[in-house]
């Protein structure tokens, strides 16, 4: 699932048939329920990937100090870091610009997106009903009645 995809369903699930209201406003529910259920998987990956981030922060802080032990650089793949131990105040910067910290940390960001995009569509679902209720109304007026 990504952005892309969740824009083409919305786009076919938010146009409603002005011909067949009642099965307009029963549809209703379960577009909440399809897009509430994406929301949830959206925002429980963004739990995961911030719990990731906070991980890979304590392994690539432990790194820049040399402190990891050969076994664990050689499970994450990675070579002693060679330079200069960075100074507390400089050590934030540093993984800050981690190219490790910034790949976890663009996938939350993308999360955050999809989110935002998903809570959006509910607010547009929450006044669906009242737009059906409108053109009902309308229709009644349009008649005479």
């Known amino acids: 699932m990504d952005i892309e995809s969740i824009n083409a369903e919305?786009?076919?699930?938010?146009?409603?048939?002005?011909?067949?209201?009642?099965?307009?406003t029963l549809?209703?529910?379960?577009?909440?329920?399809?897009?509430l259920q994406m929301l949830m998987n959206?925002?429980?990956?963004?739990?995961?990937?911030?719990?990731?981030?906070?991980?890979?922060?304590?392994?690539?802080?432990?790194?820049?100090?040399g402190q990891l032990s050969v076994e664990e650089l050689y499970q994450y793949g990675?070579?002693?870091?060679?330079?200069?131990?960075?100074?507390?105040s400089d050590l934030a910067s540093k993984l800050d610009a981690d190219s490790e910290l910034l790949k976890l940390k663009l996938k939350m960001q993308y999360m955050e997106n999809m989110i935002e995009q998903l809570e959006y569509i509910?607010?547009?679902?929450?006044?669906?009903d009242w737009a059906v209720k409108n053109h009902i109304e309308y229709l009644k007026f349009a008649a005479g009645a």
């Open 78 to 88: 990675w070579k002693q870091y060679q330079g200069l131990k960075p100074l507390k």
């Open 42 to 65: 959206c925002k429980n990956k963004y739990l995961k990937y911030h719990n990731d981030v906070a991980v890979m922060r304590e392994l690539r802080s432990r790194y820049y100090s």
């Open 122 to 128: 509910l607010q547009s679902i929450k006044g669906r």
């Open 27 to 35: 549809k209703t529910a379960n577009l909440h329920s399809k897009y």
């Open 10 to 24: 919305w786009a076919e699930d938010c146009k409603i048939d002005r011909n067949n209201l009642t099965e307009e």
